[in-house]
Nanobody, 119 residues
Framework: QVQLVESGGGLVQAGASLRLSCAAP????????MGWFRQAPGKEREFVASIRWSGGSTVYADSVKGRFTISRDNGKNTMYLEMNNLKPEDTAIYLCALQQVTSSTYNVWGRGTQVTVSS
């Protein structure tokens, strides 16, 4: 059973940067795509960014384009989200997710890491 573990969240001021990590220990032969999502209090979970495990093609939500960068290290089975110029509206729990090749959607989720941006 693949488990995802996020880290790197914290409390920062507007304009600061944070780097989130998502470790996927164990076998990764079945990885197809990994993504970051976020959920703010009282709001629905929203897509942030995704990356193909093979090839590395990326997709971003319009709200984070130009500020966030998603990447992965296949050797370490780890995905990253570099977040720059953070805004108070970026405050949320950030979750990483994995879509395996046997699934049509993200089927493995982490528990999330809190990111809080003060104005």
């Amino acid at each position: 059973q693949v488990q995802l573990v996020e880290s790197g969240g914290g409390l920062v001021q507007a304009g600061a940067s944070l780097r989130l990590s998502c470790a996927a220990p164990g076998r990764t032969l079945g990885n197809y795509r990994m993504g970051w999502f976020r959920q703010a209090p009282g709001k629905e979970r929203e897509f942030v960014a995704s990356i193909r495990w093979s090839g590395g093609s990326t997709v971003y939500a319009d709200s984070v384009k130009g500020r966030f960068t998603i990447s992965r290290d296949n050797g370490k089975n780890t995905m990253y989200l570099e977040m720059n110029n953070l805004k108070p509206e970026d405050t949320a729990i950030y979750l990483c997710a994995l879509q395996q090749v046997t699934s049509s959607t993200y089927n493995v989720w982490g528990r999330g890491t809190q990111v809080t941006v003060s104005s």
